[in-house]
């Protein structure tokens, strides 16, 4: 497959081209860095050279325009920073890079648990009270319908400081609002999640938005549509935005248990009357607050334990249980898992993240010996034959003696590119014990914190591993490494003895 022509370019003589991010029917997206700026991250948004026309090269302008002036009143709008032509005459504009996933990936998963539907919800609506407020257009406020809501439109990215933050992106068809401008008098937006009024081509305010917003909402937490079109056509979604009404929260989903007065908002914002809905986001906001309060606290407060505890270098005996082990100790043994002494790495998608973790089978008696000890973890890279790591996690108290959890990456595969990026980005990971008795249920849960400098490391051979080719020979270099490992024992073993405390947590 050819390479992109487009990678290594420097457009203005800062902002060079690094990589493809995306691309849609308006245009391609692509990651790049300011090299004016130590090379700090960018992505730069082209128009697509099919729409070359006038028309749409002001609409991209008014898109760009938009997001500049909104992103700068709010961290919940994707924030623009430049716009330019490049020397083919096509215009480009410049924001914010964001890493992290869409909405629409996170419900494919799994449906939203209450408190983290309830925080991202209130964000999103907040990015909308914000464009719903206006810009400024000579000299007044004129406001802004997004008119393409959706869970594509919607990335959540993660803050060191505040945790997930919700984006609204893309207001490629947004509509500023003017007393003297005419409105559109035809259909633009995506058919599930358009208003009635929007399919009629009517003029439309912020409760257009709102009735997207609902569609939304329901997804979020069932999964599902509250409207089933008879055909994915104009008429069908015509038919059903105007005539069906939307089924109930537990008829889509009928595990599901949400508080009344929730249910009541969202079919509120499904009303088929604009004025039968929140007439705009502060309403929405609003009614969310008291909910949130009730059912969101408990988690943000598991989650600030969860942290706090992360930091701390040295394990306590009597540690908090932090929300997501508790999450973690109702799993099971995989079913296509032996029972015996073994060791896997394995992905937990909890409410709010995916976590590296080491799934552990032991008998009882050993779990039950080791719930005090030291855990001590270290890494080991080989580039060639076949870019692979190894993962060893070492447990260890006076009585038991060294528990060796030795387990590999191959780092040409997604499984392990994966593992590696959870485990260089999060800095820890957990270890499930499951009791060889009582394999049903997770026994016990514990944390290791992985030293800075290993993070680093990882990172760096993460990269390695991709840029790599790889022989097809893992079986190999897995042989490579256990030698390594071999060698490396008595080093090991002899630190733990001298540093021991009863319950630390180590990292080489």
């Known amino acids: 497959m050819p390479s992109d022509p487009n990678i290594g370019r420097v457009l203005q003589n800062r902002y060079q081209l690094v990589g493809l991010l995306g691309q849609g029917s308006m245009g391609k997206v692509y990651e790049a860095k300011n090299n004016l700026l130590g090379g700090v991250p960018v992505a730069i948004k082209f128009l697509s050279q099919t729409l070359l026309n006038q028309r749409m090269r002001d609409r991209f302008m008014r898109e760009a ?3 500049a002036l909104l992103g700068q009143r709010s961290i919940h709008i994707v924030n623009v920073t430049d716009y330019g032509v490049d020397e083919d005459e096509i215009p480009y504009y410049v924001m914010e890079y964001l ?3 869409s909405l629409s990936e996170i419900i494919m998963r799994q449906p939203l648990l209450l408190p983290r539907f309830l925080n991202l919800t209130r964000q999103i609506c907040l990015g909308l009270q914000c464009a719903h407020q206006g810009i400024p257009v000579d000299g007044e406020f004129c406001p802004i319908v997004h008119r393409d809501i959706k869970p594509s439109n919607i990335l959540i990215t993660r803050d060191p400081s505040m945790g997930e933050v919700a984006k609204i992106l893309d207001f490629g068809i947004a509509k500023t609002l003017q007393a003297d401008s005419n409105q559109t008098n035809c259909f633009m937006g995506t058919l599930a999640y358009s208003s009635p009024e929007q399919m009629e081509g009517h003029e439309l305010d912020a409760r257009s938005d709102i009735y997207s917003l609902g569609v939304m909402m329901f997804q979020m937490l069932t999964g599902k549509m509250p409207l089933n079109a008879d055909t994915h056509s104009f008429g069908g979604w015509y038919r059903a935005h105007h005539h069906q009404q939307p ?9 599901l248990r949400v508080p009344k007065a929730l249910e009541s908002l969202i079919m509120s914002c499904l009303a ?13 906001i609003a009614a969310l607050k008291p909910l949130e309060e009730r059912y969101g606290a408990g988690l943000d407060f598991a989650k600030v334990i969860e942290d706090t505890l992360a930091k701390v270098p040295v394990a306590s005996k009597k540690r908090t249980l932090t929300g997501v082990d508790a999450a973690c100790q109702l799993v099971s043994w995989p079913a296509n898992k032996p029972i015996g002494d073994i060791s896997f790495p394995n992905p937990i998608r909890t409410e709010k993240e995916t976590l590296a973790s080491l799934w552990v089978m032991l008998s009882d008696q050993e779990i039950t010996s080791r719930r005090t000890c030291t855990r001590y973890n270290q890494f080991l890279f080989a580039p060639a034959p076949h870019p692979s790591l190894l993962w060893l996690t070492v447990l260890y108290n006076r009585q038991a003696g060294a528990r060796w959890l030795s387990c590999y990456l191959d780092l040409k595969t997604p499984q392990g590119q994966q593992m590696a990026r959870l485990l260089s980005e999060s800095g820890q990971y957990r270890l499930l014990f499951f009791a060889k008795e009582e394999p ?5 849960v514990m944390t290791s914190t992985i030293a800075l400098a290993q993070c680093e490391r990882l990172k760096q051979w993460l990269t390695m591993g991709q840029m790599t080719p790889g022989l097809n020979q893992f079986n190999a270099t897995k042989t490579q490494l256990k030698l390594a490992l071999e060698d490396l024992k008595p080093k090991i073993l002899m630190k733990l003895e001298s540093l021991y405390d009863d319950g630390g947590d180590l990292s080489g």
């Open 65 to 67: 325009t938009t997001c």
């Open 440 to 444: 049903q249920r997770c026994a016990h």
């Open 99 to 101: 890493k992290g996933d």
């Open 247 to 255: 089924r109930s929260l537990i008829a889509a989903n009928s595990g």
């Open 272 to 284: 088929k009357s604009p004025g039968d809905r929140p007439q705009n986001a502060n309403e929405v």
